[in-house]
């Protein structure tokens, strides 16, 4: 068991809970398509083995396989503004929203934006899925509610 967080210095560490060590530390610059200017890690997801992170403008993700080094191995590039939450749905789907007034979605296996929901007038903090409702939430208190099935 373990609590993965993320900070503005650029890095983003796993913690044991049983004796809360910090026991894997991952500096995101060291990602190949991280960009050195903007490294602040705004929001970290785990899903399965893999541990996904809105740095930047972009979502970077790394292969999470025990007794190993983290591996960086994707990158998801398109929104125009800080990416401020991460989630992976059931069906293998990566979900993104931003300070661009706009949520992604995008394809795992190449790495390209399948959709993008862009109605929000504010930057998009929060976002939820339930069945084939996607919910996003912006910063001045709307939400908004998406019917989406890929």
């Not at 373990?2 to 060590?21: A, F, H, K, N, P």
């Not at 025990?66 to 749905?89: I, K, W």
């Not at 300070?99 to 790495?111: F, G, H, I």
């Amino acid at each position: 068991d373990r609590l993965v967080s993320c900070s503005d210095d650029g890095t983003i560490r796993m913690w044991s809970l049983e004796d809360y060590e910090c026991k894997e530390f991952i500096p995101v610059a060291a990602h190949a398509e991280a960009d050195e200017d903007k490294c602040n890690v705004n929001c970290v997801c785990v899903a399965g083995d893999r541990l996904y992170a809105g740095v930047g403008s972009s979502v970077l993700m790394w292969d999470l396989k025990e007794g190993e080094e983290p591996n960086a191995s994707q990158a998801y590039h398109g929104h125009t503004d800080e990416v401020r939450m991460v989630l992976v749905t059931e069906d293998g789907h990566v979900l993104s929203c931003s300070d661009d007034c706009t949520v992604k979605a995008w394809s795992q296996e190449t790495q390209h934006c399948i959709n993008t929901f862009g109605k929000h007038e504010s930057e998009v903090f929060c976002m939820c899925r339930d069945g084939r409702a996607l919910y996003s939430g912006e910063q001045d208190g709307q939400i908004f509610r998406w019917d989406w099935t890929p």
